[in-house]
């Protein structure tokens, strides 16, 4: 019968045995559950065990969002129940979805209601109106389920309009193994009363009842008061008919064994690139629509000098590693700021710090890198930034606006409440110059007219989405901005990397030579070979794995080398640029 | 050969502790459990302790003559407790070196019951992560929740896990420490259930306190946990070095209790580890290769 029980629905818990941020211990068949209310109302249903040594996650903190294990502090997320963070190793965390076993989850009739392997639905009982029931208290006995459901089938109770009466009829309208409809009638009163009984285990039960109507007050009172007498009388007498027969062993759920890939220690990361800092989440708010603001605070010491434009890696509790750049002015030492924008086609980066990061976590990132620096020596600098691009400019123009030195930040957006930081911006004065809700022939338009008149010192900055970025260089170079005046900042590389070729890369200072074959870097072969490589967006975006060449011709595939250093042949991004001729001579 | 519950052979030839000596009483039975069996032991008040299974004519708390007691067991005074064995044990209980040194004081902490198997209890005593979480502000603080890469190797002529290099940052390292920092800790099982544990002392930093913990398994499920320290400490009152300990582990016991299944699965896909739980996958495997079955849940072969 018990095999039986495993694919019905059970009622585990009473709906108010979820209150805000509590951790219910739940009990069917012998299978523990943490039973958890997230602030969204979603009820939660899970293996009560943490997957990592074990620990209940019934004495866990709900913290409405997530639950936290108290043994070493891994959260747990609503709904998935997939591991978000592991504190150990704020640093390198796997790239490895670690996620507790979940059970199905329905409320109804005042009663959450779960399965082992459910088929079908929750039980529909004739009469009842959601919402205008009572559920009455629990009731454990230690007795098997079919034993108190038979016993149930003789409750006699009276109907809750006739509390005082004593005459009331009380008729069996149905019952199985695991429950009982009992229609009680005296006068011109009658409740229908459905009494369902937990298995917890294979000789412990819950009485779980549940009367129709709606009754309030005293009355209420009056009705509960009632059956809890008559169930409380009853469970002794079930449970002394249960203690003549020898108690049947314990059930022993069968826990399913994690992966083999979750059994195995994942090694220490070996992507070489290093991240030595480790920060707090000190503050995270919205900075913008769509637009996550993190403040970054050193855990101990104080944090490495940025430049403006600098950017850092931050390294993910998913094991996925961005960049961001630094939005922080001049002296704003104490933490470094950094915007996110959430992207709708993110690859688990911006999702992780937006739904996952949160205050108090720790993260570990990588020193400052300033591979967009900001010439000061300018008669006039122009910021021109996209969307979420504001981020080093707005570093940029915050520098310039301390040393009071003429510049202009224009900033496109869709709308107003894109704008990001406005606590920043706002105390630029009248250099920041937003253009919002634009056509790409309208930004076009725009850019022109800011890009007009181009004389001796002046310099301009790009930052924003690839398109935008492109239509304002060819604007820039169509009206006389020579390239070393034009600096450019991309978000990513959108070019097909084509990696077949083959070559080979002598290194001139460490006399060495290496074959690149097809399908692997510049920059794999060389940390292959033990060479340190510093490297950053490992994409051809951010400029930090460039060398010199001084002998071959490089095949570009970056987005961070302007034309003319382009054609000069003397820089590579060794992450992503490969050889056209049969071997390339770095002055490394 | 008597039969016993326990069928761990390897278990059963073990040492395993009792009692702080300084804790028995003369001339009086001391009655407890180890391996689910009953067992008595008594003093004579000038260091001689006697161990013998439980018998009637001799009731706990009442008077015995030691010299008296027929058909005693094995016994091992060391490190301040009594010792014994159900089995063929060997000569000697693993060494701590430390304990002969003359200035340094040496007391039984506590003696803890706990329902847990003893190698969850190992493990617990060798895990750096839940401090914050655990102990925290005495052993640690969020956000230093980082357990740095530490070393690991199962000593061969010693036949124990040794692990180094171990760091941890404490916001209040012991009693006669006023202030944050990294804390060193060295780390031995050199039973399956013992494990000794060596960490910068506050009083002298060329030197490392020792930290003890050895466990009377009661039965699979059942430990008492016997606390040894071992401690450059001239100022603090043994009550204050004490309820330091005490507070450390009446934290740890609800933790350990609440940890499902209470015997430690040897099965490496029953628990999901992470590179901080070095020393405790070195532990399983040990075990494993030890043959131990009795606390653990053995790996399906």
Known sequence: MLDLAKSRWHPIAAAHDLPLRHVFHGQLLGREFAVWRADDGYVNIWENRCLHRGVRLSIGINDGRELKCQYHGWRYSNRTAGCTYIPAHPADAPARTITNRTFAAVERYGLVWSAEEPQGEVPEVAGFAEGELLALRAIPVNAPADVVAARLTGYRFQPSGYIDGSAAKVAVEASNAFSVALRSSEADASTLAVFFVQPVDSNRSVIRGVLDGEVEGAARLAVLRHHNELLSRLRVAVEAEAAREPAPAPLEPIIERVSPELAEMPEETTHGRKATIRVQVARKWPAADGIAGFELRPIKGLLPTFQPGAHIDVHLPNGLIRQYSITNGPGESDSYVIGVKLERDSKGGSTCLHETVREGDVLAISEPRNNFPLRRDALQTLFIAGGIGITPLLAMAQALNNQSLNHELHYFAQNEAQLAFPEKTSTLGASLKPHLGLTPEQTGAQLREILSGYGPDKHVYLCGPGPMLEAARSIAAEMGWPETAVHFEYFKNTNVIDDSTSFEVALARSCMTLTVPAGKTILEVMRDAGIDMPSSCEQGACGTCLATVIEGEPDHQDVYLNDAERKSGTKIMTCVSRAKSARLVLDL | ?301
């Open chain 2, 1 to 301: 050969m008597t039969e016993t519950r326990c069928k761990d052979q390897v278990i059963l030839d073990l040492w395993h502790p009792l009692a702080a000596l300084s804790e028995v009483p003369a001339g009086v039975v001391v009655g407890t459990i180890l391996l689910e069996e009953r067992l008595s032991l008594a003093s004579d008040g000038t260091g001689k302790v006697a161990v013998w299974r439980s018998r009637r004519d001799l009731p706990v708390d009442g008077p015995v003559d030691i010299t008296a007691v027929e058909g005693t067991l094995p016994v091992k005074l060391a490190y301040g407790y009594v010792w014994t064995s159900l089995g063929n044990p060997p000569a000697d209980i693993f060494p701590i070196p430390e304990y002969a040194e003359a200035d340094r004081r040496k007391l039984n902490a506590a003696t803890f019951g706990v329902n847990v198997s003893a190698p969850r209890a190992i493990e617990n005593f060798l895990d750096m992560g839940h401090f914050p979480y655990v102990h925290t502000d005495i052993l640690g603080a969020e956000p230093h929740t980082e357990v740095k890469e530490y070393d690991v190797e199962i000593s061969v002529d010693r036949d124990e896990i040794l692990a180094t290099r171990c760091r941890f940052f404490q916001p209040m390292a012991s009693t006669t420490s006023d202030g944050g920092a990294d804390v060193d800790y060295i780390y031995r099982v050199p039973h399956p259930y013992c494990s000794v544990l060596y960490k910068s002392s506050p009083m002298d930093e060329t030197r490392l306190d020792v930290i003890a913990v050895f466990l009377q398994p009661v039965d699979q499920e059942h430990v008492r946990a016997h606390m040894l320290l071992c401690v450059l400490d001239e100022d603090n009152e043994d009550k204050v070095i004490k309820r330091f300990q005490q507070t450390i582990f009446g934290q740890d016991k609800p933790i350990l209790e609440n940890q499902f299944p209470k015997r430690l699965p040897l099965d490496p896909r029953a628990e999901t580890p992470i590179r901080a739980d070095k020393s405790a996958i070195a532990y399983r495997r040990w075990l494993s290769q030890k043959g131990v079955t009795y606390g653990v849940i053995p790996a399906a072969t």
